[in-house]
């Protein structure tokens, strides 16, 4: 079985610092890793997956995250925070690429101007 | 691509009227997801089909619910009768199998009353 823990649901940060989001998971097999984010009103946008291969794993808007086995870790980070980066962030864990996707219960980013 | 299409975007019915939500999925995209979001319970996967086939219902929480994939480009979620309870935020998603990353509509708003 999956599960995904989202340490904070609300993190602030100032524009310009860098953006740390927290996402342990448990799975028995392999896993399957995701970050999605959601703006207002809107659907989730895949930011980067982790499937297998390299564990440093780059996504869109400057996003990147890095998946450790050994610390069950899949955090996601941004050098430098720009105010359109206020949205909710997921994290989900599937068993190696299988259908069924585990959501973290989401942490909300705000970007102090 | 036009991406994922539901209708509406937000829905405002009466406890124990008949609700129907309906969904495009990507063209070539061959398996399909409901999900609910809600404060409560985060994302959960109610129903996904594979080629027009319901493969995983078990997330559909009762009788209430029930969906349909007529064909490769069009699905639909009812709930008869509806609840308040049954107030969330139902999004569809698509993937070009069911391995792949999933791309998610904008949702459909529902209050029921």
């Known amino acids: 079985a999956q599960s995904v823990t989202q340490l904070g649901s609300h993190v602030s940060v100032s524009e310009g610092a860098l953006v740390l989001l927290r996402c342990n998971y448990s799975?028995?097999?392999?896993?399957?890793l995701f970050w999605y984010v959601q703006y207002p009103n809107q659907g989730l946008q895949l930011l980067l997956k982790y499937t297998t291969g390299a564990t440093l794993v780059k996504g869109i808007n400057g996003f990147e995250a890095e998946f450790k086995k050994s610390e069950t870790s899949f955090h996601l980070t941004k050098p430098s925070a720009h105010m359109s980066d206020a949205a909710e962030y997921f994290c989900?864990?599937?068993?190696?690429?299988?259908?069924?996707?585990?959501f973290g219960t989401g942490t909300r980013l705000k970007v102090l101007a | 691509d036009a991406g994922v299409i539901q209708s509406p975007r937000h829905e405002v019915t009466e406890m124990g009227q008949e609700v129907t939500l309906r969904c495009k999925p990507i063209s070539g995209h061959n398996s399909l997801f409901w999900y609910r979001q809600t404060m409560m319970r985060g994302l959960e996967l109610l129903i996904y089909?594979?080629?027009?086939?319901?493969?995983?219902d078990s997330g559909m929480p009762e009788d209430r619910f029930s969906a349909k994939m007529p064909n490769a480009s069009f699905s639909t979620l009812k709930i008869q009768p509806s609840e308040p309870r049954d107030s969330a935020v139902y999004f569809c998603a698509s993937s070009q199998d069911s391995h792949n990353e999933q791309f998610f509509g904008p949702g459909t708003r529902l209050t029921v009353l």
């Open positions: 799975s028995s097999v392999p896993p399957y």
């Open positions: 989900a864990v599937s068993a190696s690429g299988t259908y069924k996707y585990i």
């Open positions: 089909f594979n080629n027009n086939v319901p493969i995983d």
